[in-house]
């Protein structure tokens, strides 16, 4: 039986990643984190790449089941899916991401899948502004790309919560008081 949760974060560039996962990090005790950024590699062979590092990691994560560490996670394989399904890929991903998630939902955590969305799409304008952030070149987004991310991050929810139900899936609009939504993330995890 679980003693520990997993929980990842995914959204859209410029939807808080970075900010919730810091902090749920530091407020579930006994926590680590950790950031992916899956591979730049967009051509079929990235497809290889990506799959042998996303099996690597879930055997990774059965080998943590019941030590009574929680992990967050800020992006997984599921961006990999996302990216996929915008075509910013030159190839699929679908038949690997459902054979990963299948795997996910069986490891023994209390598993959390956190989709960050602006209500207000218009509102990734100013979030990408990224001030006071190191910007990596081939890192930058366009608010437009940032809303049709978001579009298919809030669906890819929607079907893991139908398929899923042992994964708790919870949508959280992200663009009011911090103060707000770490009060959101703290009744609907349970910690």
Known sequence: MANSKLIVVEGAQGAG????TDYLRYAIP???LYRLSGTA??????????ETMYKDLLNYLKH???????????????????????KYKEYSF???YNELL????????????ITLYLKDESLYSKRLERKNKAVIEYAKFEAEKSAMQQRVYLEMSDEIE???????????ENSKDLDLTKQELKEKIGF
């Open 41 to 50: 590699d967009s051509s079929p062979s990235g497809r290889k790449k990506s």
């Open 162 to 172: 139908r398929q899923y139900p042992n994964i708790h899936c919870f949508k959280i």
């Open 94 to 96: 679908t038949d690997i």
């Open 102 to 113: 299948n795997q996910f939902s069986k490891l023994d955590f209390d598993i959390y899948y």
């Open 17 to 20: 990643k970075t900010t919730i």
């Open 30 to 32: 006994y926590t680590n």
């Open 64 to 86: 943590l089941e019941n030590l009574s560490i929680n992990l967050v996670f800020d992006r997984t394989f599921f961006t990999e899916e996302n990216y996929c399904r915008l």
